[in-house]
């Protein structure tokens, strides 16, 4: 039988992405720019298996690169599922979404086919599960791998953000080489999930060859990798705060 395989897809350019000034938009739209990645990501993904399922942090600029990066869900008859846990992880405006009475009247009346009935109204709010701390972060990820895992499908695609996807994957190579992330808007990477002891995903060789990326660093240089990527988050303007920070 062969391995579920899970490509994970940083959502295509936002207006947010366009400069740090505009990181008071609300949930915003993707750009035109935003649009035609959307394009080109859906002719790269062309080579590649068809997929099963579709699952998207329910911000916008997330959902509408899943329907336009993979629009042959629509097509066979399926929908793409939103998710709230992998929603960004901060609390600026930029990276709280709309509530599910505005998505369910957006996505309805154009037709869409989004399925919110995972998406509670208290997605949006940064408290709890989905507080702004590297601790809830890192056990909603935790959470994440083994949602997946257990999913029947084979090939899944997930859109998510940039700083959640380092979080998901344990991966921090390169991780301040954008504003919050080593991705790239509308890059996709491919993994499989080892089991031997904790539930973790593992790129494939193929996805690292597809980037350019030799071999993958070991468990001790990921930890201080991360270490140094959260500290220049942190200088970006992005800042993640432990629970154990006093001015929490």
């Known amino acids: 039988m062969a391995p579920r395989r899970i490509h994970l897809v940083r959502h295509a350019q936002g207006y947010h992405n366009l400069g740090i000034e505009y990181w008071n938009l609300p949930d915003p739209l993707l750009t035109d720019h935003g649009k035609q990645q959307c394009l080109g990501l859906r002719q790269s993904f062309a080579a590649m298996p068809p997929v099963d399922l579709v699952v998207s942090s329910p911000l916008r600029r997330a959902i509408y690169t899943g329907l336009e990066g993979f629009s042959d869900v629509e097509r066979q008859g399926r929908r793409l599922m939103a998710l709230p846990d992998l929603q960004e992880i901060s609390s600026l405006p930029c990276d709280v979404g709309s509530s599910v009475r505005d998505l369910r009247v957006e996505m309805e009346g154009q037709g869409l086919p989004v399925d919110l009935s995972l998406v509670g109204e208290s997605w949006r709010e940064k408290t709890g599960r989905f507080a702004p701390t590297q601790e809830k972060i890192s ?3 935790e959470d994440l791998r083994h949602w997946l895992h ?13 700083c959640l996807l380092h979080f998901l994957t344990e991966d921090w190579e390169d991780g301040c080489m954008y ?3 080593g991705w790239r808007n509308a890059e996709f990477r491919t993994y499989e999930f080892n089991t031997a002891g904790r539930l973790q995903l593992q790129e494939t060789r193929e996805s690292r060859r597809r980037r350019r990326s030799g071999w993958p660093p070991t468990g001790a240089e990921q ?20 629970e154990r920070d006093p001015k929490l």
């Open 139 to 141: 056990a909603r990820c």
């Open 150 to 162: 257990a999913r029947p499908e084979k090939e899944i695609v997930v859109v998510s953000h940039g």
């Open 179 to 181: 504003e919050g992330t």
């Open 223 to 242: 930890e201080a990798m991360r270490d140094r990527v959260l500290q220049g988050w942190a200088q970006q303007g992005y800042p993640i705060l432990s």
